[in-house]
């Protein structure tokens, strides 16, 4: 029997029920669920090649001639009344497979996230660039789409959104917003980029920062008072920063540490943790806002590495709002949302850690 839409909805059903991220498809193998960091097997048979084609075809909405048309394939996908996906097809040994990512329909806010208040000042900035960090599947898109959110609820803005595919779709409210769709409504993000400075936009958000030009765009956009929000496969704010300048040849290097030290508003780093709950997954994050004092460590006259203590001393009522990584594990592990196992093994410093539980 065919590979019908029925099946992918029970499918992903299941995937919604258990918390799971995403859902592994690959041919002669189960499904997959990745449920707080791990691939969980689902118990049912094998998933044949004629079984993964059907779902590319349902997927795209296109006739399949061979399985090999989707060499490499991006795309989002909405089941009504559940959840919308992202998906990435692909061939691997004469084998088709398909990465789904599980996307609520409903846009969580920073409350519901438990996200610092600190979040919500950067989202109602009105200039600057900020940038997301974090290993894939981190939480980035549903950072940024409770960012996004957050902004609707507030200000009268425009805001354009470049991503690829579109993941979260947002409903108007006080803001207007266009959201473009890579290889959909627009060719690439540096074509996107430069139309988004022709329409009036008050905020712009860009899928990823992936190469110099982009960056450049980024950064002229921000130059000229508008708020820019992007994503960088970096951990931390000093490896985001070397990995932004080191994309630039040696010549070009200092005038973008001038203008990345200008106009950086803040960078905020994710990493996802088990939660005490069985299927739920906690996001520990590391929030550099920037200050006289790291633009000092951007511009190179003073050592990189001191942004680290810069963000430490940022907690507090009258401090910038910056917070380190562990700082905040020390806040979940407190509020009893992880374990002492997790937050020790995810300090950046075990030693350090396990001191500072002894102290507390």
Known sequence: MAFQ??????LIKVGVDHGASDVH?????????????????????????EDVTDLARILTGKKLEKFTDYNELDGSFDIEGLCRLRFNSFVYNKALGIILRIVKTEIPTFDQLGFSSTLKKIA??????????????????????????????????????IEDPIEYVHNQEYSRITQREIGVDTPNFNAALRAALRQDPDVILIGEMRDPETISIALKAAETGHLVLSTVHTTDAITTIGRIISMFSPDEQEDVRKRLAENLKATISQRMLKGNKKTNVVIAQEIMVNTPGIRECILGDEP????????MQGKGKESSGSQSFDQHIMELYQAGKISKEVATEAATSESDFIQKLLIE
């Open 124 to 161: 109602l900035s009105k200039r600057g660039l900020v940038l997301v960090t974090g290993a894939t599947g981190s939480g980035k898109s549903t950072t940024l789409a409770a960012m996004i959110n957050y902004i609707n609820r507030k200000r009268h803005a425009h805001i354009v959104t």
């Open 25 to 49: 498809i690959r041919t002669n193998e189960p499904p997959c669920l990745r449920i707080r960091g791990d691939l969980v097997p689902v118990q049912t048979k094998n998933f044949t090649l």
């Open 5 to 10: 839409e029925k099946h992918l909805a029970s």
């Open 304 to 311: 990189i590495s001191r942004i680290n203590s810069i963000i």
